[in-house]
């Protein structure tokens, strides 16, 4: 079946400590985002990429980096600048850039920071 | 900066009955795309429903239609025959026709619907 994976499911991070969330597709999609949720919010826009070795800044890029050197991966680490870390991430692929393109999801990573 | 406001934090409809979920959203631009995405307990986010601003008919799949008032900005969701699986939070989204960057999301309205 073709689709998103997200892992972990659930993450734990100590202060100070960076971590890195897997988000890996076999869409063939070109484009990639991660967004992050939080409660009584939408989702927030961190990053995106539309193409391989390509990437942008969302809304809230502060604190997180990326990579984007195979097509179906595009992970995201939370550095310890950061300053709030814990949320809900999930991953997004479409397949291309064209607006009205859906985007598909997965099924999301819980980070905590302890 | 566009911007999407869902109003209804909560909404509660009985089985079998008709819910309808506001969106409202500001924008200066004449082409974009809206759409709804449904987040059950399971937090996978599922597109629900789309809407080009270019067409003036309003979309339909199965259940689940729009109320698109392109001049009032408005971009509601009809459910009808609501279902026990209907249950879930309901985020409307806007999309720029021409930049592909992000979605832009509402707040979210969860949906309870009572048997």
């Known amino acids: 079946d073709g689709g998103i994976t997200q892992s972990p499911k659930y993450l734990f991070r100590k202060e100070g400590q960076n971590v890195t969330l897997s988000c890996e597709q076999n869409l063939n999609h070109d484009a990639m985002y991660w967004y992050r949720q939080d409660p009584g919010q939408g989702l927030r826009l961190i990053y995106y990429?539309?193409?391989?070795?390509?990437?942008q800044k969302g809304d809230i890029a502060e604190g997180y980096s990326v990579s984007r050197e195979k097509k179906e991966s595009f992970p995201l680490t939370v550095t310890s600048a950061q300053k709030n870390p814990t949320a809900f991430y999930l991953c997004?692929?479409?397949?291309?850039?064209?607006?009205?393109?859906?985007?598909?999801f997965g099924p999301g990573t819980r980070l905590t920071v302890l | 900066a566009q911007t999407v406001t869902q109003s209804q934090p909560e909404m509660s409809v009985q089985e079998a009955e008709t819910v309808t979920l506001s969106c409202t959203y500001d924008?200066?631009?004449?082409?974009?795309?809206l759409f709804w995405y449904k987040q059950p307990p399971s937090r996978q986010m599922i597109l629900v429903i789309r809407q080009e601003a270019y067409k003036q008919q309003n979309a339909t799949e199965n259940r689940f239609s729009v109320n698109f008032q392109k001049a009032a900005k408005s971009f509601s969701l009809k459910i009808s025959d609501s279902q026990l699986g209907d249950a879930a939070m309901y985020f409307c989204?806007?999309?720029?026709?021409?930049?592909?960057?992000?979605?832009?999301f509402g707040t979210g309205t969860r949906l309870q619907v009572f048997p």
């Open positions: 989204a806007y999309r720029t026709f021409y930049n592909t960057d992000k979605l832009i």
């Open positions: 924008t200066s631009e004449s082409d974009y795309y």
């Open positions: 997004a692929s479409s397949i291309g850039d064209r607006g009205g393109n859906e985007q598909f």
């Open positions: 990429s539309q193409i391989v070795n390509d990437f």
